[in-house]
């Protein structure tokens, strides 16, 4: 029987690295995917194919540059789904490829199979011939992830009907779009197929979208998709789905009608936790088969079973999986860390960009703490003019009793990038006067957190000298 110190069951970030670190502390790793290849959700149907189309349709439609030439420019006229999956074809192969040789490199052994345990230290590993094999293990991480939610009023069997999975293999651009899912997921396709010029309407539940995002960003979004001709519908739910010989018929349950040559369902996911056996170890999930973990630790109920990623639920991106396993891996085999800070960024690669970290202005307000916010329009720099940015804006808050910045949201160009400056600033404890005494690179975006900080400066006044 084979035994490995640690066992691996998936092969998305959170599995990637445990397994990488596991191996930089010297231990044998097996990594188990049943995917048809390595680099689970993230690399094969999720974030990169996501990116990868985005980068393409702002490429090739001319996105960037319209501010500039006219919203009638472009650079390819007609782009076709070939067009897309030409890039994201090569995108895939590279990345599996630096993924298998950063396996082989660190000796980390991988195969394609389903995993199940048969106890706390065995699983059994089927292949899809039906071949099986049993694996001894001191440790094992599920970072199984997760698949998209098909409620049963929806038949997924119409080819018009498709969700973010099955969206990568549909035959040919839809002459008009029905997105279902004002999440991340759902935001970011829909605003990608209406960059195509693709008439777009997006469908949520709720009264608003991206509900986590400060609502000033929120509807500062809203306005520029509804100015580009996107409709959104929200505060109802699809009530029935028809299909017709040349589209989809959504009923919602206010009673109106969208007809849209395609649908995209993109409201929510669920855990990849049947097929696991956890019940022959113990481990529970609950209803959208999601695992509790120690969240410090990742340790499931049974101590040398971690979970991380997806499959523990929020915040469930592939950010924050790479760290959880990175984590896990390291508790595991006793390297203790320090805890990681409590404030993350959020990417939301819609067109345009979002991010954002730390608190909201909704959150400072109910909080009771006094605070300025300092805004910087992205048309105000001297890069934004030459790039032919129009739109975007920063959005700094600041406590007024210890001058730190708490939270900062950006939506427009390089949202993703910019944020991270952000980021550090909010860990480190920094505070309004680090903007505004530093110098930043001009001409840049990143000139916005000074214009931003100097915004918030002039109604906080200079700090208070210290006494001697
Ligand atoms: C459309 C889309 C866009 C996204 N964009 C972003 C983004 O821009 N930024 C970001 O940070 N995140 C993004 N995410 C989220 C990100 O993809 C996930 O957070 C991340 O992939 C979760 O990683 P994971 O480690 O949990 O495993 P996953 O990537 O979900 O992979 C799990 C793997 O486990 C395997 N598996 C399942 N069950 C078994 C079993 N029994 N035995 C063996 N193998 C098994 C599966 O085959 C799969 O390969 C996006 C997601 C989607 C769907």
Not at 73 to 89: E, F, G
Request: charged share 20%; with cysteine.
């Amino acid at each position: 029987m084979n035994h490995y110190d640690m066992l691996v069951i998936g092969s998305g970030p959170a599995g990637r690295r445990a397994a990488v670190q596991s191996a930089k502390l010297g231990k044998t790793v097996l990594v188990v995917d049943k995917g048809r290849r390595l680099g689970g959700v993230s690399v094969n149907t999720g974030t990169i194919p996501s990116k990868t189309w985005r980068e393409t349709v702002l490429n090739l439609s001319g996105w960037r540059e319209r501010g500039f030439y006219g919203l009638g420019y472009r650079v390819k006229q007609d782009i076709s789904m070939d067009d897309l999956r030409q890039r994201l074809q090569k995108t895939l192969d590279y990345e599996i490829e630096v993924l298998k040789n950063q396996f082989m490199r660190n000796g980390i052994k991988s195969i394609h199979a389903a995993a199940k345990f048969l106890g706390p230290n065995r699983a059994l590993l089927t292949t899809d011939l039906g071949d099986m094999t049993e694996v001894e293990f001191d440790h094992a991480l599920i970072s199984v992830g997760t698949r998209p939610f098909r409620p049963d009023n929806i038949d997924f069997t119409n080819p018009r009907v498709t969700d973010s999975d099955a969206i990568l293999d549909v035959a040919a651009l839809p002459r008009s779009l029905a997105v279902v899912g004002g999440g991340v997921i759902g935001v970011e396709y829909a605003t990608i197929f209406s960059a195509l010029d693709i008439p777009v309407t997006l469908i949520e539940p709720k009264t608003s979208i991206l509900d986590f995002v400060d609502q000033e960003l929120v509807s500062d979004f809203m306005h520029q998709m509804r100015d580009r001709g996107m409709t959104l519908k929200l505060g109802t739910a699809v009530r029935e789905v028809v299909a017709k010989p040349d589209c989809v018929e959504i009923t919602l349950s206010d009673g109106r009608q969208v007809r849209a040559a395609m649908l995209l369902y993109a409201a929510g996911r669920s855990g990849n936790v049947e097929s696991l056996g956890l019940d022959v170890v113990g481990i529970t999930a609950n209803a959208r088969g999601q695992i509790a973990v120690n969240k410090e630790t990742f340790q499931t109920a049974v101590s040398n079973i971690y979970a991380a990623g997806d499959v523990i639920g929020f915040p469930s991106l592939a950010s924050t999986s790479m760290e959880q396993g990175r984590v896990a891996a390291c508790h595991a085999f006793g390297r203790h860390l320090a805890a990681p800070p409590q404030t993350f960024p959020y990417g939301i690669y819609a067109v345009p960009e979002i991010s954002t970290v730390g608190l909201t202005e909704e959150e400072v307000k109910a909080s009771g703490k006094a605070y300025e916010c300092g805004v910087a329009r992205f048309k105000e720099t001297s890069r934004g003019h030459i790039m032919g940015v129009n739109s975007g804006f920063l959005k700094l808050i600041f406590a007024l009793d210890t001058r730190r910045l708490l939270g900062a949201h950006i939506v427009g160009e390089g949202a993703t990038e910019l944020i991270h400056i952000g980021q550090a600033v909010i860990n480190l404890g920094g505070t309004v006067d680090y903007f505004v005494e530093n110098t930043f690179n001009y001409p840049t975006l990143a000139e916005a957190y000074k214009i931003a900080g100097l915004d918030a400066w002039n109604r906080m006044g200079a700090p208070q000298p210290v006494q001697s």
